[in-house]
């Protein structure tokens, strides 16, 4: 049982270019998150989905686009990556069905934009 | 405004001696509190939560968090430290005025010395 993966692990960018960052999740969770984790600033929420076909704003989402391909798959895309964008980026799913179940993580993607 | 605080950005122990990792919180209502840890090059592990009921939360690995709510504080605590214990840890509470997304804490480093 995987859990959530996330690819890639590691990724440098130049300012401008443009990446996809991938997560699947294989718990049959409806929910999907994205956070950005920077030092001293705890986890601050990107996008998220409640479920297949819906997505919604958090609270940090300038700058990038999400897709919830299907319940297993929820990418995030940097169209223009800039150096503030450069952080570690999880990726989370929870099952809905508790209304206070936890949330499950991916090892994180750490992306360096120059 | 809703928040979250982990007043200590590093707390050190000794191996053998109890731990304590504060957080302070402030909601409109009841709360629900949460803490995770995240080891170094991973993704963050749910350890418990409070939601209704007893002070006392027991949760995974040992811990256990008090809820105190005239102290507006839920801190983690275990009575003998490892050295495995190691590594960041997150308060985080629910906000009941953001579809009930997680508001996290900057995160305390917990250092246990052999």
């Known amino acids: 049982n995987a859990g959530v993966t996330q690819t890639p692990k590691f990724q440098v960018l130049k300012t401008g270019q443009s990446m996809t960052l991938q997560c699947a999740q294989d718990?049959?969770?409806?929910?999907m998150y994205w956070y950005r984790q920077d030092p001293g600033m705890g986890l601050r929420l990107i996008y998220y989905?409640?479920?297949?076909?819906?997505?919604d704003k958090g609270e940090v989402p300038n700058g990038y686009n999400v897709s919830r391909l299907n319940k297993r798959e929820f990418s995030l895309r940097l169209e223009s990556a800039a150096p503030s964008q450069t952080s570690v980026y999880f990726c989370?799913?929870?099952?809905?069905?508790?209304?206070?179940?936890?949330?499950?993580f991916g090892n994180g993607t750490r992306l360096t934009v120059t | 405004a809703q928040s979250v605080a982990q007043p200590e950005d590093q707390v050190n122990v000794a191996e053998g001696n109890p731990l304590t990792v504060k957080c302070t919180y402030s909601?409109?209502?009841?709360?629900?509190l949460f803490w995770y840890v995240q080891y170094p090059n991973r993704g963050l592990q749910f350890l418990l939560k409070?939601?209704?009921?007893d002070n006392l939360v027991k949760g995974s690995y040992g811990f256990e968090a008090e809820f105190n709510k005239s102290q507006t504080s839920f801190h983690l605590k275990k009575p003998s430290a490892l050295v495995s214990d190691s590594a960041l840890y997150f308060c985080?509470?629910?906000?009941?005025?953001?579809?009930?997304?997680?508001?996290w804490g900057a995160g305390t480093k917990l250092i246990i010395k052999p």
């Open positions: 989370a799913s929870r099952d809905e069905t508790g209304a206070n179940s936890p949330l499950h």
């Open positions: 718990m049959n969770h409806n929910s």
């Open positions: 989905s409640a479920s297949e076909g819906t997505t």
């Open positions: 909601v409109s209502g009841n709360p629900y």
């Open positions: 409070y939601i209704t009921g």
């Open positions: 985080a509470v629910r906000d009941f005025y953001s579809n009930y997304q997680l508001i």
